[in-house]
């Protein structure tokens, strides 16, 4: 099933338009996504703390609470500061098991101010789940919820 993501773009910036809480935003930007995007299992943010992600805002099971920067899916994507999207995760040198349903993943780094803040993780039970497009329009909806974050928070420590 095709995401219109240039629909679920216009829906976050309509969702997040009047809110300043970084805290509520995040939590509807991952409740959006989780019932916007087809076949996943799991959607969250990870928060940059030190040098590790802790566990934000999420819809799915319950997962890991901390990944060191350069473990994991998510620890690579932070630590490289790129988008990483894995067609395998059991063939991800390091992948680190959080739902062993989870086949296929793409992890977005989140940045305001130019400093990274976290990642969004989206999780699906199919293998090869995610393409370009689909990389790009989770891209895509990331820098948007990064423009807003930009606006409402004065200093990146006040984010989650």
């Given amino acids: 099933m095709t ?5 679920l773009n216009n829906q976050l910036s309509a969702l997040l338009a ?3 809480d ?3 935003n995040s939590a509807n930007f991952v409740g959006l996504l989780y019932g916007g995007i087809s076949e996943i299992n799991w ?7 030190d040098k590790e992600l802790v566990l934000g805002p999420f819809q799915g099971l319950p997962a890991c609470v901390r990944i060191p920067l350069g473990q994991g899916v998510c620890g690579v994507a932070a630590d490289k500061n790129a988008t990483v999207r894995v067609d395998d995760v059991h ?3 390091g992948h680190i098991v959080c739902d062993p349903e ?6 977005v780094p989140l940045s305001v101010h130019g400093n990274l803040i976290g990642v969004l993780d989206i999780d699906s ?4 789940r995610f393409t370009d497009a689909d990389q790009a329009g989770v891209e895509l909806l990331c820098r948007t919820f990064e423009q ?3 606006k409402d928070l004065k200093d990146v420590s006040d984010f989650i």
């Fill in 18 to 20: 009047d809110e300043t």
């Fill in 148 to 150: 807003k974050l930009a």
């Fill in 91 to 93: 063939a991800f040198d």
């Fill in 102 to 107: 989870s086949r296929s993943e793409v992890v």
């Fill in 22 to 24: 970084a805290l509520a």
């Fill in 43 to 49: 959607l969250g943010i990870y928060v940059l703390r």
């Fill in 125 to 128: 039970p199919r293998t090869a």
């Fill in 3 to 7: 995401v219109d993501y240039q629909t």
